[in-house]
């Protein structure tokens, strides 16, 4: 048997029966540590596979930075210490002064510093940050409960959009498609949301591959079955304008396009708050499974196996 037989998920599921530890199984593990929780998380970067070297190195190192700041965010953490750790081709000094200043700003904008990290030579560049967050009040994915609703923040299926437009490798775009690829090369965690799932969520996590394989992730951790209504699906301006230019249907790049980096959540629905970019896309309720429109629908997104 190989990796590809078992794929991503099978294998951590793998490796966790090894380790015996409860621990593992949202996006940061929460450590207790005096009157507060330590968020941990990891996550890695690379080229070919992640981004691509002809990316501008500030977004690259922006872009690391914010994804895992989402895994602290969406597990209702603030970020506070970073190290990274990262592997490099005999690059041009230049490239990696670039990419540190991308994550400078992202460090500046979270509120959070590197304090450390390592360096190796590697064919390939990659860039591999773990970091610590802090909680009162760390939400995973295991707490959702039958008659909890089910949210997103933001607009979702913007990232696969802008993925596709720099894989057209047009001569000039159009601005709400630039809009569109700067959503993928430069996402933005919703620290913004911090607070609010600390005080009402019951089971959070980011968006990162994909809406219905993270519904999934949640539904396996809390035992629940999740019901999403596709017609309340938000889309931006943006996303529909490609979809009609390019003939794509949005459901399917809300539904099942990764890295959108935006949150998924459930509480009762009173908790709803109509200052914040949130909206009510499903309910929780008793069973197994996602189901989109009253259908079941299998997991499928990106896997790296």
Same mark, same amino acid.
């Given at each position: 048997?190989?990796? @590809?037989?078992?794929?991503? +998920?099978?294998?951590?599921?793998?490796?966790?029966?090894?380790?015996?530890?409860?621990?593992?199984?949202?996006?940061?593990?929460?450590?207790?540590?005096?009157?507060?929780?330590?968020?941990?998380?990891?996550?890695?970067?690379?080229?070919?596979?992640?981004?691509?070297?002809?990316?501008?190195?500030?977004? *690259?190192?922006?872009?690391?930075? @914010?994804?895992?700041?989402? %895994?602290?965010?969406?597990?209702?953490?603030?970020?506070?210490?970073?190290?990274?750790?990262?592997?490099?081709?005999?690059?041009?000094?230049?490239?990696?002064?670039?990419?540190?200043?991308? *994550?400078?700003?992202?460090?500046?904008?979270?509120?959070?510093?590197?304090?450390?990290?390592?360096? @190796?030579?590697?064919?390939?560049?990659?860039?591999?940050?773990?970091?610590?967050?802090?909680?009162?009040?760390?939400?995973?994915?295991?707490?959702?409960?039958?008659? %909890?609703?089910? +949210?997103?923040?933001?607009?979702?299926?913007?990232?696969?959009?802008?993925?596709?437009?720099?894989?057209?490798?047009? %001569?000039?775009?159009?601005?709400?498609?630039?809009?569109?690829?700067?959503?993928?090369?430069?996402?933005?965690?919703?620290?913004?949301?911090?607070?609010?799932?600390?005080?009402?969520?019951?089971?959070?996590?980011?968006?990162?591959?994909?809406?219905?394989?993270?519904?999934?992730?949640?539904?396996?951790?809390?035992? *629940?079955?999740? %019901?999403?209504?596709?017609?309340?699906?938000?889309?931006?301006?943006?996303?529909?304008?490609?979809?009609?230019?390019?003939?794509?249907?949005?459901?399917?790049?809300?539904?099942?396009?990764?890295?959108?980096?935006?949150?998924?959540?459930?509480?009762?629905?009173?908790?709803?708050?109509?200052?914040?970019?949130?909206?009510?896309?499903?309910?929780? @309720?008793?069973?197994?499974?996602?189901?989109?429109?009253?259908?079941?629908?299998?997991?499928?997104?990106?896997?790296?196996?």
């Amino acid at each position: 048997m190989r990796i @590809s037989d078992l794929g991503e +998920f099978g294998l951590i599921e793998r490796l966790k029966e090894i380790l015996k530890s409860e621990k593992i199984g949202d996006d940061c593990a929460h450590v207790k540590f005096g009157d507060e929780y330590l968020l941990l998380t990891t996550d890695l970067m690379l080229e070919d596979v992640h981004f691509l070297l002809g990316y501008p190195p500030e977004a *690259v190192g922006w872009k690391a930075i @914010s994804v895992n700041v989402s %895994d602290v965010v969406g597990n209702a953490g603030e970020p506070r210490w970073a190290l990274i750790s990262l592997m490099l081709p005999d690059l041009e000094v230049d490239y990696v002064e670039r990419l540190y200043g991308g *994550v400078q700003k992202a460090c500046e904008f979270y509120g959070c510093e590197v304090v450390g990290g390592n360096v @190796s030579r590697s064919d390939r560049l990659g860039i591999d940050v773990f970091l610590v967050g802090t909680s009162k009040r760390p939400v995973g994915r295991g707490g959702a409960k039958p008659g %909890d609703s089910v +949210f997103v923040s933001g607009t979702l299926g913007d990232s696969k959009a802008g993925l596709e437009l720099l894989k057209m490798e047009k %001569d000039s775009y159009e601005d709400f498609e630039l809009a569109l690829i700067e959503r993928h090369i430069r996402p933005t965690a919703r620290i913004d949301y911090v607070k609010h799932l600390q005080k009402y969520a019951n089971a959070s996590m980011d968006i990162s591959d994909g809406l219905v394989a993270d519904a999934w992730h949640l539904s396996r951790r809390s035992g *629940v079955r999740i %019901d999403i209504d596709s017609s309340k699906l938000p889309f931006s301006k943006e996303l529909l304008r490609f979809c009609e230019k390019y003939r794509k249907d949005p459901k399917d790049y809300a539904l099942f396009g990764g890295e959108d980096y935006q949150l998924l959540f459930t509480h009762p629905r009173e908790r709803w708050n109509p200052f914040m970019d949130m909206t009510e896309i499903g309910s929780v @309720s008793a069973g197994e499974g996602v189901y989109v429109d009253g259908k079941k629908i299998e997991p499928r997104g990106y896997r790296h196996f």
